[in-house]
């Protein structure tokens, strides 16, 4: 079990920015490729951004490149997510997640470990 609990979630103005953060609750994240996904009203859950246990390996969602970085932090044991440039279509409930396996980074279904997630409300 790989306990996840997101935080950095609120209301921005659009063209602002958030941190989202995302520690591993009495356990450690070290090993473990993690990744962002979003879900959105009405909308399926989609991938955002990953980074590799080694963290050489970073993947984005077009919809975020150049905005969103996500990065890891070995001594803290915890994964972020800057955000700049905010946009209203960003609004959702951000999700981080971890995977022990060798799989495709960007696909929901890789990922056996979630958080309950964090809300994100960019108002235009």
């Known amino acids: 079990q790989v306990p996840l609990v997101e935080s950095g979630g609120g209301l921005v103005q659009a063209g602002g920015s958030l941190r989202l953060s995302c520690p591993a609750s009495g356990g450690s994240i070290n090993n473990y490729g993690m990744a962002w996904f979003r879900e959105a009203p009405g909308k399926e859950r989609e991938f955002v951004a990953a980074?590799?246990?080694?963290?050489?390996?970073?993947e984005y969602a077009d919809s975020v490149k150049g905005r969103f970085t996500i990065s890891r932090d070995v001594a803290a044991r915890t994964v972020t997510l800057q955000m700049n440039s905010l946009k209203p279509e960003d609004t959702a409930i951000y999700y981080c997640?971890?995977?022990?396996?060798?799989?495709?980074?960007?696909?929901?279904?890789?990922?056996?470990?979630w958080g309950q997630g964090t809300q994100v409300t960019v108002s235009s």
């Open positions: 980074i590799s246990w080694t963290s050489r390996r970073l």
């Open positions: 997640a971890a995977r022990d396996k060798i799989a495709d980074p960007t696909e929901r279904e890789s990922y056996d470990y």
